[in-house]
């Protein structure tokens, strides 16, 4: 059984295969449910940026939404520290 985010990783690692050369008639998403596994289990282990992001986001109140919003914080962080590190790669 596939879970919802597993599938939702996997095909957008499908999409962002499909500019790579070589690629041709791309598989369906099952064929990247691996590599959607193994990106979102390195997320598991969030680094210093994403967890103290997290902690902004967990000193407001409480509502139904606030798990998701510390997500997504955490998230747009791990993001944020791609983009300055290809930045700083120039």
Do not use: C
């Amino acid at each position: 059984m596939n879970s919802e985010m597993v599938k939702r990783v996997a095909m957008a690692i499908r999409e962002a295969s499909a500019g790579n050369p070589g690629t041709g008639g791309l598989p369906d998403w099952h064929s990247y449910e691996r590599q959607a596994r193994a990106a979102i289990e390195a997320m598991r282990h969030p680094t210093e940026e994403m967890i103290f992001r997290g902690g902004l986001v967990s000193d407001m109140p409480w509502d139904g939404r606030k798990p998701a919003r510390i997500l997504a914080a955490m998230v747009d962080a791990a993001l944020q520290d791609n983009v300055e590190q290809k930045e700083n790669a120039r």
